[in-house]
């Protein structure tokens, strides 16, 4: 049978998140059940191209991602893939009608990685779009059980909150980035002389976005909104832990929430989900 194929491919794409992202992993935990696997779904799908870029050092990157690439679509045509995340990618997608120009955007990100860019604001945006705006999209779609009323009215909200993620991870990820991957996504920005203003309007841009997106979690529907502020409250978290170090800091170590802050987050967001207080 079919279903137990689709049911391996979704245990599959659940354990790849839980083996890449302990953070995200629990933020999907706190979701409804009947969504979490399609959450999974979406996000195997995306870690997979990501480590496509970021990690398969001395392989042919480009024709791993052409394929790739080339495999989704038809997976998502077929409405089967013998490879276990793109077929649970595509159950997700075909499921809820998810637009195939979000693939696109996304896909063409992960082109972008292949060689260093000198970004300028339109191309940063662009990366943006296409890396994290858009996957909070393709989760919208799976918040909302695919209601396009809905998802059109949050659509604003999301983006702003995956922008935000995004640049948490610019800066987080600074020092690899930069002295691994030789990738600087900020504009304008000379990395090896960073300066705390530098760092500072980059934080206030993120708080900025942080604050419209928190908006529209507040509006998402109940089986969905606690798992997106867990999620949201996480970044949060770790902003601040990189609020605190230096600009120098930021090519020295990659910050992280310790486990335990992480259980305070948690549990204080469950409580504050629960007495409705977000």
């Known amino acids: 049978m079919k279903r137990l194929f689709d049911l391996y491919s979704e245990q599959a794409s659940k354990a790849v998140t839980k083996k890449y992202s302990t953070s995200f992993y629990a933020g999907v935990s706190a979701l409804d059940k009947n969504i979490r696997g399609d959450v999974h779904n979406i996000y195997g799908f995306v870690r997979f191209a990501d480590e496509i870029v970021d990690s398969f050092h001395g392989y042919d990157k480009e024709t791993l991602l052409s394929e790739f690439t080339r495999d989704c679509f038809q997976a998502i045509e077929r409405g089967i893939s013998m490879n276990p995340i793109l077929n649970s990618f595509q159950m997700t997608v075909n499921k809820y009608n998810i637009d195939h120009a979000l693939i696109h955007q996304f896909l063409h990100s992960m082109e972008m990685d292949l060689n260093p860019l000198d970004y300028n604001k339109l191309t940063y ?78 934080e206030d841009e993120i708080r900025k976005e942080f604050e419209e997106a928190l908006i529209g979690i507040k509006q998402l529907p109940k089986k969905a909104r606690f798992g997106v502020y867990v999620s949201y409250k996480y970044y949060t978290k770790l902003l601040k832990e990189i609020e605190r170090r230096n600009a120098k800091a930021l090519l020295k170590e990659r910050i992280r929430v310790r486990d335990s802050k992480k259980l305070m987050v948690f549990a204080n967001s469950y409580v504050r989900n629960s007495l409705n207080l977000l």
């Open 125 to 202: 945006e662009e990366y943006i779009y296409g890396s994290a705006e858009v996957v909070g999209l393709m989760c919208l779609k799976v918040f909302v059980y695919g209601d396009e009323a809905e998802y059109q009215r949050l659509k604003p909200y999301a983006m702003k909150l995956g922008s935000a993620f995004q640049k948490i991870n610019f800066l987080r990820d600074l020092r690899q980035d930069y002295n691994e991957l030789g990738r600087i996504y900020f504009p304008n920005l000379d990395v090896s002389n960073i300066t705390l203003e530098d760092k500072l309007r980059i």
